[in-house]
C-alpha cells in the first residue's frame, strides 16, 4: 500500500503564485510596478519581469506575437475631433478607446460598460483623422498603445495611454457599477482614473 504522503500530494492543491509575483513568460519573481507584455492573437496582457519585457521591446522579437506595453502618456486637454467620432458612432456613454490592431488590420473602439469591454463600429478613415488632428499623436503604436477619449459637460479631452490602462479602466467600471446609472461609487472611481492620468501625462498643444 502506498503511505498516506502519496495520496496529500493530490488532497493538498499546490500553491500558484498569485498575478503578478511570477513573469509569465519565464516564471521569474516579480515586483509590483513590473511591465506588462500583449499577445497579439488573443489579446491577452502578461505581467513580466524586466529581462523579458526588454526582449519584447524589439521590433519582430518572439516572432512578431508579442509585444510589450510602453509607459508613456500623453494628454491633450482639449480635443474637438471626438465629437464627430460621437455622432456618427452612437457611443452611449463618456468614454472609449481607440487603437490599430495590427492582427485585424483595422483600428477598433471600445468602451467600458457593466459587461466589460464592448465594441463600437468606427466609420471609415477615423483613425487617421483622430490621430491627424492632434499634434503629437501620430505617433501612437499599433497595439499597445491607445486613444482614450473622456467626454466632459463642455467638450472633450484625449489621452495616449498604455493599453493595459484601458482594460484597467473596463475592470473598474465592472466592478463598481451599481443600478441603472452606476452609482456613485463607479462614478469616483472613474474620476481619480482619470485625475491620475491627467497627473502622469506630458501636456501636448491644441491641434
Known amino acids: 500500500m502506498t503511505g498516506g504522503g502519496g495520496l496529500r500530494r493530490f488532497r493538498t492543491p499546490a500553491h500558484r503564485p498569485a498575478p503578478g509575483e511570477r513573469c509569465e513568460l519565464c516564471a521569474e519573481p516579480i515586483e509590483p510596478g513590473h511591465g506588462h507584455v500583449i499577445d497579439l492573437e488573443s489579446r491577452a496582457i502578461m505581467c513580466t519581469c524586466h529581462g523579458c519585457y526588454l526582449l519584447f521591446t524589439h521590433s519582430g522579437a518572439g516572432g512578431k506575437r508579442h509585444r510589450a506595453v510602453p509607459t508613456r502618456y500623453l494628454h491633450a486637454p482639449r480635443f ?3 465629437a464627430t467620432l460621437w455622432e456618427s458612432s452612437g457611443i ?3 468614454m472609449v478607446f481607440v487603437f490599430y490592431n ?3 488590420h483595422r483600428a477598433v473602439a471600445f468602451y467600458p460598460s457593466p459587461a466589460g469591454a464592448t465594441e463600437s463600429l468606427l466609420p471609415l478613415n477615423t483613425w487617421g483623422e483622430l490621430l491627424a488632428s492632434q499634434p503629437g499623436f501620430d505617433s501612437v503604436a499599433a497595439d ?3 486613444v482614450l477619449i473622456n ?3 463642455v467638450g472633450f479631452e484625449a489621452f495616449v495611454v ?5 482594460y484597467e479602466l473596463v475592470g473598474l467600471v465592472r ?3 451599481r443600478g441603472f446609472d452606476g452609482g456613485s461609487e463607479v462614478h469616483q472611481a472613474i474620476e481619480a482614473f482619470f485625475a491620475d ?7 501636448v498643444a491644441d491641434g
Not at 492620468?197 to 501636456?203: F, H, I
Open 197 to 203: 492620468l491627467r497627473e502622469r501625462s506630458e501636456v
Open 92 to 94: 452611449p456613454v463618456r
Open 80 to 82: 474637438p475631433a471626438a
Open 175 to 177: 466592478l463598481h457599477w
Open 144 to 146: 499597445v498603445e491607445a
Open 151 to 153: 467626454k466632459h459637460d
Open 102 to 104: 495590427s492582427t485585424q
Open 162 to 166: 498604455p493599453i493595459d490602462r484601458c
